[in-house]
């Protein structure tokens, strides 16, 4: 069984704050990972991909991945109002099939 | 580019229908990736299709099928409807190689009474 965990929510930060958001994952093998946003009643969006180990900057937002640890995180860096959403970790173990996370909400307070 | 399409968007049927849901994947993209969304599980993988083959499958029952054609479109069907088969149903689409990200579409919601 594949497992995908992020960190339990709702998460709120303050408006300008940094939002720090985490998953781990069992399957050892697993090649990608992405960070997708859903809001509410909407489809998930693409934010991040990252396939090695380090950090990947895209704007105000980071991802950093850790094989070793089997650790994904993304950080948003002063977090807007807009950025209230659910993000959801998902990995994809080589077979073209993504493993998600139950997700974590974010409120960002203005 | 246009994104990924689903027809219809929100559906209501009742128990022991059937029904089909379609996918237009973005232009190029020769994969096509199903899940199911529910408030309790989460998003779950159904199946992907890759040039008009079944390549990966998930863990649900044989009443959720699917296909692909070969202008990569793909219809996912579901036959005897149980209540709890209510839910977002997403495909997603890619290039099926080596760029592994997906894209979703905006979904099919669909209520079974």
């Known amino acids: 069984q594949k497992e995908v965990e992020q960190n339990s929510g709702p998460l709120s930060v303050p408006e300008g704050a940094i939002a720090s958001l985490n998953c781990t994952y069992s399957d050892r093998v697993s090649q990608s990972f992405f960070w997708y946003r859903q809001y509410s009643g909407k489809s998930p969006e693409l934010i991040m991909s990252i396939y090695s180990n380090g950090d990947k900057e895209d704007g105000r937002f980071t991802a950093q991945l850790n094989k070793a640890s089997q650790y994904v995180s993304l950080l948003i860096r002063d977090s807007q109002p807009s950025d209230s959403a659910t993000y959801l970790c998902a990995v994809n173990p080589g077979a073209n099939n993504l493993f998600f996370g139950t997700g974590t909400r974010l409120t960002v307070i203005p | ?113």
């Open chain 2, 1 to 113: 580019k246009a994104g990924v399409t689903q027809t219809p968007r929100y559906l209501i049927k009742t128990r022991g229908q059937q029904v089909t849901l379609s996918c237009s994947p973005i232009s190029g993209h020769r994969s096509v990736s199903w899940y199911q969304q529910t408030p309790g599980q989460g998003l779950q993988f159904l199946f992907e299709y890759f040039s008009e083959t079944q390549r990966n499958k998930g863990n649900f029952p044989g009443r959720f099928s699917g296909r692909q054609f070969s202008n990569s479109r793909s219809e996912m069907n579901v036959s005897t409807l149980e209540l709890g088969d209510s839910a977002l149903y997403l495909c997603a689409s890619s290039n099926g190689g080596a760029d592994q990200t997906q894209y979703f579409g905006p979904g099919t919601r669909l209520l079974v009474l």
